[in-house]
């Protein structure tokens, strides 16, 4: 029997079932029971639910009121686990969904069937904020104080933003020169307390855990339920942006696999609720340095399996990482991540969506970033994990050239400048656009402009 508010949180293990209310905050937002993931829930039939999508457009034209205004509670209906007075918004969610038939032609799409979903106008430049949003307001609604997360950046730089507007002291744990200084500045900027891990992410994962559980801080990764559910309106701005229409395909990067959970969810939710006739299929992205999840389901066979995830796969290949001293290594700092906490509710998306994982190297993503940067908006190296995935997902023919493709672009580019740089300054790519040394000679420079 399901609690009887709005909402609720309940266990992933169908094994266990454990129900709790939205105002507990047990072990790290994990199962008190056995430890699962836990997600927050709804009852549906005490939430005034629209009846179709397309009626949330009557908010817009009412945006003077913040909560209309932001691109996630916007949407509230369909992550109603709080109260108004809880909620919280700086903005977010202003973002552009971007047809363009440039890179849909380095990406062998026909014209107008690409879209690129950019969230690099979020407040701290990343899709981060969406799921902040949502997690920072049932902080308040809990009465948090202080709150901390591990972070490969972008994390730390939202988490660091939300914390001050809201007043809750922030501290952010990093590995050891395992962060882009674009993101870094920021968690320095906003006055985020900052610890420098001897470690890469998955460390400074473990250690965030066991910090909050010892001294009770509010926990912002994405283990926490609340910060997917703000994460999941990242899907009803692509559907707002494409006339209320769902695309044949989303394609996203890996990393701790919070954005495919949260989709997955999202879709399965709106098509339970009759918003949505049909669930897109979902690709995800890995890098080939931090392919965990490619290698956990194309290679060694993890399925979902009802809930019934067989942990003896995922046992034995992070017991085999430890052996090996194993840790990953990407120019897209964002998705260097070995151990996605994730894991299992990325597993039920790929089930929900009909989902394919594929991984590639960094120096396409590089060169597909470059591509981005002519001819788009420009995105952070992870994002661009995305159009390097959907090349090779055209070359197998699995997405078909006219097929309607919403790729996300998780973060500006100015979160890695230096990866940026040294692309085109260095000639690493084919797409790369060096300066030109010229001398302080007039004539010498129309020449070099006219060459």
């Not at 932001?70 to 686990?81: A, C, H, M």
């Amino acid at each position: 029997m399901a609690m009887t508010g709005k909402a609720y949180q309940k266990c992933i293990n169908p094994d266990c079932a454990t129900e709790l209310d939205c105002a507990s905050v047990t072990g790290g937002f994990k199962c008190p029971q056995c430890g699962s993931l836990l997600d927050v829930r709804y009852n549906w039939d005490k939430i005034e639910t629209p009846d179709k999508l397309s009626d949330f457009a009557e908010r817009w034209a009412a945006r003077d009121n913040p909560l209309n205004f932001s691109g996630v509670w916007r949407f509230r209906n369909l992550l109603d686990f709080c109260d108004d007075k809880y909620k919280v918004t700086i903005g977010e969610g202003q973002t552009i969904l971007q047809q363009n038939d440039a890179v849909a032609g380095y990406a062998d799409m026909q014209p107008g069937r690409l879209y690129l979903q950019y969230e690099g106008l979020n407040p701290s430049g990343s899709f981060k904020d969406n799921g902040m949003a949502a997690a920072f307001s049932h902080a308040k609604m809990v009465g948090a104080k202080s709150s901390a997360c591990a972070s490969t950046g972008n994390t730390s730089a939202s988490v660091a933003l939300y914390a001050h507007s809201c007043g809750l002291k922030c501290t952010v744990f990093i590995g050891s020169g395992r962060i882009a200084f674009g993101k870094l500045s920021q968690a320095m900027d906003y006055a985020a307390q900052t610890i420098q891990i001897r470690g890469d992410f998955d460390d400074c994962m473990k250690q965030v855990q066991d910090v909050c559980i010892r001294l009770g801080l509010y926990l912002l990764n994405s283990l926490n339920p609340f910060r997917l559910e703000g994460q999941k309106t990242i899907m009803y701005r692509i559907i707002e942006q494409l006339g209320w229409r769902v695309p044949d395909w989303i394609v996203v990067p890996g990393g701790n696999l919070g954005n495919s959970s949260a989709f997955g969810k999202a879709f399965g939710e709106l098509k339970a609720l009759g918003l949505i006739e049909r669930i897109p299929r979902m690709a995800i992205i890995n890098a080939t340095g931090a392919d965990t999840l490619n290698d956990l389901v194309n290679n060694k066979k993890l399925v979902w399996n009802a809930g019934r995830v067989d942990q003896s796969i995922i046992d034995d290949y992070y017991a085999d990482l430890t052996a090996r001293n194993f840790s990953p290594h990407t120019c897209a700092s964002a998705i260097e991540i070995s151990r996605p906490v994730n894991l299992k509710k990325c597993l039920r998306a790929i089930d929900i969506c009909d989902g394919v994982v594929r991984a590639v190297t960094d120096e396409e993503i590089c060169d597909a970033k470059a591509v981005i940067g002519a001819d788009g908006l420009g995105c952070e190296p992870a994002s661009a994990a995305t159009i390097a995935g959907l090349r090779h997902l055209r070359a197998e023919g699995v997405i078909a050239a006219d097929q309607t493709v919403a790729c996300v672009l998780t973060g500006h580019p100015l979160k890695d400048p230096n990866l940026t740089v040294n692309y085109h300054k260095e000639k690493q790519g084919q797409f790369s656009n060096p300066p030109i040394e010229a001398p302080n000679d007039l004539e010498e420079i129309i020449r070099l402009i006219q060459s």
